[in-house]
């Protein structure tokens, strides 16, 4: 069965600290992972990452992908408390024909709380 | 550019009803997918249509069913509803599957569905 382990489940920091989140695979037909922020309802997205190696940097904000050792990490530094919300990993699945074909499977979110 | 959205943003229903619930995608995206995100659970893929024909779904009884529009719109129709039906139901959009890159998906706003 496909499955999408992130860590740590909640995460409580102060404005200016660096936090790491984890997110770790094991999945069948691996097309690339996906980095969400969801504050209330829609997530927003943040990364796609389909190669090992590659860092991803949007700001405060990385991610880089380790196919090899089938885990991610999203990094925020100098947080804020606006960056207080659920931080989802998802796998995107699939070759044409398969049954996991063009679904993301999702992990089960991190919470952070960013305190002033 | 507008983005995915959905209606209504809330809705309630009594056991054994149904319930309607509609998605439209980002001008120029053909594929819809539909996401459940009950509470304390993760976001469970539903369904996914591109071109007006489901190439997939999760793990949901037949009484979840939906279909697509040839302005890619779509409509998700949940019947006889269970009290655990009770979630955030998320509409994502991405582009054509097959360009590596492009297959992002975009989520909505959600529409949360209350089973009394």
């Known amino acids: 069965e496909d499955k999408v382990v992130q860590s740590p489940l909640s995460l409580v920091v102060h404005e200016g600290d660096t936090v790491t989140l984890n997110c770790s695979y094991e999945?069948?037909?691996?097309?690339?992972l996906l980095w969400y922020k969801q504050e209330k309802k829609a997530p927003t997205f943040l990364f796609m990452l389909t190669s090992s190696g590659i860092e991803k940097k949007s700001g405060r904000l990385s991610s880089i992908l380790d196919k090899k050792e089938l885990f991610s990490i999203l990094n925020i530094t100098a947080t804020q408390t606006g960056d207080s919300a659920v931080y989802l990993c998802a796998v995107l699945l699939g070759t044409s024909g398969g049954t996991s074909y063009g679904k993301l499977t999702f992990g089960q979110g991190t919470i952070l709380t960013v305190h002033p | 550019e507008a983005g995915v959205t959905q209606s209504p943003t809330h809705l309630i229903k009594t056991r054994g009803q149904q319930a309607t619930l509609r998605c439209s995608p980002i001008?120029?995206?053909?594929?819809v997918y539909w996401y459940q995100q009950a509470l304390g659970l993760g976001l469970q893929f539903l369904l996914w249509?591109?071109?007006?024909?489901?190439?997939n779904r999760g793990n949901f009884p037949p009484r979840f069913s939906g279909r697509q529009f040839p302005n890619y719109s779509s409509e998700l129709n949940v019947n006889a509803l269970e009290l655990e039906d009770s979630a955030l139901y998320l509409c994502a959009s991405s582009s054509t599957w097959d360009r590596d890159g492009t297959d992002t998906q975009y989520f909505g706003p959600g529409t949360r569905l209350t089973v009394l």
């Open positions: 001008s120029g995206h053909t594929s």
């Open positions: 999945v069948t037909n691996f097309r690339s």
């Open positions: 249509y591109d071109e007006g024909e489901e190439r």
